[in-house]
């Protein structure tokens, strides 16, 4: 029987999934503090991945990771939404793909 060590944040069904292909998940719960922790570390990672696929199941999953790092910070999804439509309307989105190359007094 062969033990692969992971101690990294997984998705919840993740250890129903590892168990129905016949395999042995060790789990733990994180505190509120590990778990910010831990979901910053798989924001990065999720972004290393899709920087280097392009996938873009890739952006969903850092949706997912925002999503949860939202209620770690008090916001529901609906909260960070409203922020960001603000943000938006204040100072525009990425759309136009404009470049700022200097700014001269």
Not at 62 to 69: M, P, T
Not at 71 to 82: M, N, T
């Amino acid at each position: 029987m062969s033990t692969f060590p992971h101690n990294k944040l997984v998705r919840d069904l993740i250890p129903q999934i590892i168990l129905r292909d016949g395999k042995y998940p060790e789990i733990r719960v994180a505190d509120d503090a590990e778990y910010r922790e831990l979901l910053l570390a798989k924001l990065q990672e999720e972004l290393q991945e899709y920087l280097e696929s392009g996938n873009p199941e890739e952006l969903a999953d850092i949706l997912e990771v925002l999503i949860a790092l939202s209620g770690c910070d008090g916001l529901s999804w609906a909260e960070l939404v409203a922020l960001a439509d603000q943000k938006r309307q204040e100072r525009g989105s990425f759309r136009e793909r404009i470049v700022l190359m200097r700014v001269e007094d």
